[in-house]
């Protein structure tokens, strides 16, 4: 994901969510500087893709079990 994709989604999270706090308006804006700060950052763009509807595709799906599934399906 590119910075310009980032700073988008966060300006769009700005201008429609209402009621953020000021430690919440100034990640969005400036990034987070600490773990905790980029778990609440990380937390706030999953509250956006669900306001958005975005879905993504579970992960690990199509991956083999073991070694000995993979060789036999070549």
């Known amino acids: 994901m590119t ?3 980032l700073t988008s989604w966060r300006q ?9 706090s000021k430690l919440q308006i ?5 990034g987070p ?4 700060q980029a778990w ?7 509250d956006y ?3 958005k509807g975005i879905k993504e595709p579970p ?6 079990s ?3 599934e993979w060789f036999q399906t070549t």
């Open 49 to 51: 893709k669900k306001m």
């Open 26 to 30: 100034q990640l969005l804006k400036e």
């Open 66 to 68: 073991s070694l000995k």
């Open 59 to 64: 992960v690990g799906q199509g991956y083999q």
């Open 3 to 5: 910075e310009e994709s």
């Open 12 to 20: 769009e999270y700005l201008e429609m969510k209402a009621g953020l």
């Open 40 to 46: 609440l950052l990380g937390a706030m763009h999953q």
């Open 33 to 36: 500087h600490q773990l905790a």
